[in-house]
Nanobody, 132 residues
Framework: EVQLQASGGGLVQAGGSLRLACTASGLGFDDYVMGWFRQAPEKAREGVSCIVPVGGNTYYAESVKGRFTISVDNAKNTIYLQMNDLQSKDTAVYYC?????????????????????????WGKGTLVTVSS
């Protein structure tokens, strides 16, 4: 059984930082693109950042470039999202996701996975609230 366990959400003041973690069990990082999505109230779910664990290709949404950093610890089957300079617009439920890469080129699949189509596994969300 595949499980994606996310943690690290919370309440933070604008300008502050949080680090989210997602530990995967039941799947091998070699075969998947891993990523973070978020959904704010009354808005559609959007891809925030994705990473190809083997190789390290990354993708960031324009709205978080320069503020968020995705990373991976392959030994722990865990990805992280370091979020700095948080703003009220970042308030959302954040979800960890895994998308099987099927051998596609890393520079292609890291972007396509973050579009959110065909995600194989979703974790339960973790709430991030940024107070202004």
């Amino acid at each position: 059984e595949v499980q994606l366990q996310a943690s690290g959400g919370g309440l933070v003041q604008a300008g502050g930082s949080l680090r989210l973690a997602c530990t995967a069990s039941g799947l091998g990082f070699d075969d998947y693109v891993m990523g973070w999505f978020r959904q704010a109230p009354e808005k559609a779910r959007e891809g925030v950042s994705c990473i190809v664990p083997v190789g390290g290709n990354t993708y960031y949404a324009e709205s978080v470039k320069g503020r968020f950093t995705i990373s991976v610890d392959n030994a722990k089957n865990t990805i992280y999202l370091q979020m700095n300079d948080l703003q009220s617009k970042d308030t959302a439920v954040y979800y960890c996701a895994a998308d099987r890469n099927w051998g596609r080129p890393a520079h292609v699949v890291v972007v396509s996975s973050c579009m959110g189509y065909g995600i194989d596994y979703w974790g339960k969300g973790t709430l991030v609230t940024v107070s202004s």
